[in-house]
T-cell receptor, first 116, second 116 residues
Framework: AQSVTQLDSQVPVFEEAPVELRCNYSSSVSVYLFWYVQYPNQGLQLLLKYLSGSTLVKGINGFEAEFNKSQTSFHLRKPSVHISDTAEYFCAVSDPSGGSNYKLTFGKGTLLTVNP | DGGITQSPKYLFRKEGQNVTLSCEQNLNHDAMYWYRQDPGQGLRLIYYSQIVNDFQKGDIAEGYSVSREKKESFPLTVTSAQKNPTAFYLC???????????????FGNGTRLTVT
């Protein structure tokens, strides 16, 4: 079974600072990887996804993530954060060989707090 | 605009009562999902449906029931058998479910259920 570990439950940063939210997964097969963002009292929105090809993936709101197969990681980065980036971020993995059963496994989330 | 509507946003019930959470989508998506979110636990899959009149148990289906009589609707009933029903419930949809595992999920804004 696949699993996702988000190494930091909370990450506080100052506005305009860079940030990295870490995500590691465990799977013996090729995977698809996703980052979602959740603003307070809302549902989740897709930030970006890695399916294949270039290991550097660009998403919305200036975020990007790098897939590292040897380290089984998919860390999310932004060079300069804004107050409006304050939210909870979820890493998720799915198994493309899953056949008719859809299984998207989520990490436990990282709360990013951007301070002025 | 297309999207997913969950209602109500807040729901309060007494212990021992069944309660039904509504989820409607106008995205014409084939697959629909129910997740439960608890603080620090990430998202856990309760039930999912890839086609009308068919659904499968997720990781934590005990104490819950669903129906999928129409493509656009996937209501979730929290029964009195669910030991810890207080949580934030998220409904999601996607194209073709497991047959297209790279299809991102679209989420509603959730229903916060409190049982006392």
């Amino acid at each position: 079974a696949q699993s996702v570990t988000q190494l930091d439950s909370q990450v506080p940063v100052f506005e305009e600072a860079p940030v990295e939210l870490r995500c590691n997964y465990s799977s013996s097969v090729s995977v698809y990887l996703f980052w979602y963002v959740q603003y307070p009292n809302q549902g989740l929105q897709l930030l970006l996804k890695y399916l294949s090809g270039s290991t550097l993936v660009k998403g919305i709101n200036g975020f990007e993530a790098e897939f590292n197969k040897s380290q089984t990681s998919f860390h999310l980065r932004k060079p300069s954060v804004h107050i409006s980036d304050t939210a909870e971020y979820f890493c998720a993995v799915s198994d493309p060989s899953g056949g008719s059963n859809y299984k998207l496994t989520f990490g436990k989330g990282t709360l990013l707090t951007v301070n002025p | 605009d297309g999207g997913i509507t969950q209602s109500p946003k807040y729901l309060f019930r007494k212990e021992g009562q069944n309660v039904t959470l509504s989820c409607e989508q106008n995205l014409n998506h084939d697959a629909m999902y129910w997740y439960r979110q608890d603080p620090g636990q990430g998202l856990r899959l309760i039930y999912y449906s890839q086609i009308v009149n068919d659904f499968q148990k997720g990781d934590i289906a005990e104490g819950y029931s669903v129906s999928r009589e129409k493509k656009e609707s996937f209501p979730l009933t929290v029964t009195s058998a669910q030991k810890n029903p207080t949580a934030f419930y998220l409904c999601a949809s996607s194209w073709q479910g497991g047959r297209m595992p790279n299809s991102p999920l679209h989420f509603g804004n959730g229903t916060r259920l409190t049982v006392t």
